[in-house]
């Protein structure tokens, strides 16, 4: 019994620190009416790594909480790119929450179509941080889907999904071709035998 605690407890705790771990950060996009609502998960010593990488400690010594909450802003606008069905999904309005050790932010899009043809993610936020890595989730009607981003794939991935050209799904026409198979073998088999 005391081992199941024990268990319990490191797991939470070894939850609770990948949370705020600096080299990771996580984007949730999900459907709201028409348009989109991006989600995001920081560390904020990610955040502050990255931005004094990208624009240096002179820019944003002297910033207020508003300033820093802009840049913050205007970082993540230039740094992800989404493209649904060849179509753009631009940041528009968002909101920003500081925190000690995570930073969490929310962009409403442009509109998001219902279903998803193809998705293509590029999220270059924080590739300044060594080893750094996003995690991109979507669902979007019936469409999900995860990937991580990292300098493996150059922080992008392509979603494809497969259109079916005929009605039948493919897994019911092969069982139905197999059938029909065994069936006239039986039949020829039964023929030679009479």
């Known amino acids: 019994m005391n081992k199941i605690i024990f268990l319990i407890v490191g797991l939470c705790l070894s939850y609770g620190v990948k949370a705020h771990n600096p080299l990771s950060a996580k984007f949730y996009l999900e459907k709201q009416d028409s348009q989109g609502l991006l989600s995001i998960y920081l560390s904020q010593d990610g955040v ?49 929450k500081l925190g000690k050790h ?4 929310k962009f409403i899009t442009t509109e998001v179509p219902s279903k998803i043809h193809t998705l293509k993610v590029q999220i270059e936020a924080f590739s300044e941080n060594e080893d750094h890595q996003s995690l991109f989730v979507y669902k979007i009607g019936e469409s999900n889907g995860k990937a991580i981003l990292s300098n493996r794939n150059d922080f992008t991935d392509h979603f ?7 009605g039948m799904p493919q897994s019911v026409a092969i069982t139905i071709g197999a059938v029909l198979i065994l069936l006239f073998i039986l039949f020829t088999e039964r023929r030679r035998l009479i």
């Open 48 to 96: 502050d790594a990255a931005l004094l990488k990208a624009y240096g400690e002179k820019e944003f010594e002297n910033y207020t909480v508003g300033q820093y909450k802009s840049l913050i802003v205007r970082y993540i606008k230039e740094k992800f790119k989404l493209n649904i069905n060849g179509k753009e999904i631009i940041l528009l309005d968002g909101g920003i």
């Open 102 to 105: 995570q930073t969490d932010l």
């Open 160 to 166: 494809t999904k497969t259109v079916e050209t005929s």
